[in-house]
């Protein structure tokens, strides 16, 4: 398989590299065309329903399915749709069958939608163990082997972190979970679609990520692909008529719940934004997540050096094992960073402020003149 992306031929399709150096797509990944053509043609066709085809939303659902599963390395059978990653976490912890006393790990600075839904089954006796960087300001893995006990239940962690990019090894953890019958669930939001997973090789119970980011899928449809045989272990909290085997018109009401992870879904989906995550699926699996990282990689190898030689602290880790598409800068002055980002917006740079930093975020359809607009950019220390 070919690794190089013919970038010219992407960047055609995404309107606002004529107007923006765009590098923040760890914050908003941009509709390309056929994206936006595809929700502006449901749109109008829900104008007038009747004309929908009727099969329409089950094969958009399918397609979305097989879409997630292969960027996943997983099964279609085993995406459920949630409406954030928030939900997802919470459709995960949920379905435990947690005991007082019981705990689970999650790293101090995780993102906020993957803490909340585990702090709130405290009321049910659970204890989060919060999970201290070491000395180098890394997540590391041994930390959590150490704080593991009988009493694990679960640990919560992202793929790639938010602030600065570390990619965490899924396969390393999995391994260390599975031995100890641990349920790992995984934030993907920052590496599904651009970052390759191989969710059935790994110990992972489930990956969620949002659609809003590198699925360039807008708000709202976030998903949760599940491995082989956690689909029997997560209890599904919520269920509806989506949930069973059954049609509307059977009124012996049994609760079959379905085999698949559709056991999750209550009642009518979000089409308009499937519909998106559809079309912009095409584009991800055709250009292929192994050639989207290695362009990447390209860029913030190109990044990291520029900064570097002009006096800039590059803050996140860049060693092969850790590095990942999001790379974060320092000038050394969390104030001066802060200014900056305004800066750089005024000249139609767009990157973001995270943990204090200067957060790069580019995508597979970014070139090097991006990133040497930004270079030529940042003032001299
Ligand atoms: C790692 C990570 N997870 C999740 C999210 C989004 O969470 P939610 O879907 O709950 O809004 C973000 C957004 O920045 C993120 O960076």
Redesign the pocket.
């Known amino acids: 398989m070919s690794t190089a992306v013919d970038v010219t031929t992407y960047r055609e399709e995404f309107p606002l590299t004529n107007t923006w150096s765009y590098l923040n797509h ?2 908003w990944g941009p509709f390309p065309t056929r994206t936006i053509e595809a929700v502006q043609e449901y749109a109008a066709s829900w104008g007038s329903p009747p004309d929908v085809p009727g099969d329409y939303g089950a094969n958009v659902i399918q397609e979305v399915k097989e879409g997630v599963a292969e960027l996943a390395g997983g099964k279609a059978d085993n995406v459920a749709f949630v409406s ?4 997802g976490m919470n459709l995960l912890g949920n379905g435990l069958d947690w005991q007082a006393g019981d705990n689970v790990l999650i790293p101090r600075h995780e ?1 906020p ?2 803490v909340y839904p585990f702090l709130n089954l405290q009321r049910k006796g659970v204890e989060v163990r919060f999970i201290e960087k070491n000395d180098e300001g890394r997540t590391d893995l041994g930390r959590f082997e150490a704080a593991m006990d009988d009493k694990t239940r679960a640990v919560a962690i ?1 793929h ?3 602030a600065d990019g570390y990619r965490n090894d899924l396969k390393k953890l999995g391994d260390i979970c599975r031995a100890r019958d641990i349920e790992l669930f995984a ?1 993907c ?2 590496s599904l679609g651009i970052h390759p997973i191989n969710l059935e090789e790994t110990g992972v119970t489930a990956a969620a990520a ?1 659609g809003y ?1 590198w699925l360039l899928s807008s708000f709202g449809n ?1 998903v949760v692909v599940f491995n082989e045989g956690a689909v029997e272990r997560i209890y599904p909290t919520y269920v509806g008529r989506l949930s069973v085997d059954a049609n509307d018109e059977d009124h012996n009401w049994q609760l079959n719940l379905r085999t698949t992870a559709q056991r999750y879904q209550t009642g009518g989906q979000n089409i308009m934004s499937l519909t998106a995550m559809r079309a912009s699926l095409t584009m991800l699996r055709e250009a292929t997540t192994e050639a989207m990282t290695a362009q990447t990689i390209k860029l913030t190898d190109q990044l990291a050096q520029g900064l570097e030689s002009s006096g800039y602290q590059v803050i996140s880790d860049r060693s092969p094992e850790h590095r990942s598409q999001i790379v974060t800068f320092s000038t050394g002055d969390r104030e001066r960073n802060a200014a900056l980002i305004g800066e750089l917006e005024e000249r139609k740079i767009s990157v973001a402020l995270r943990g204090g930093c200067v957060r790069v975020s580019p995508f597979f359809y970014n070139n090097e003149e991006d990133v040497e607009t930004l270079l030529e950019a940042l003032p001299p220390l």
């Open positions: 760890a914050a954030s990653l928030a939900e993102f939608s993957v992202s790639i972190e938010w934030d939001t920052q949002h980011k976030a």
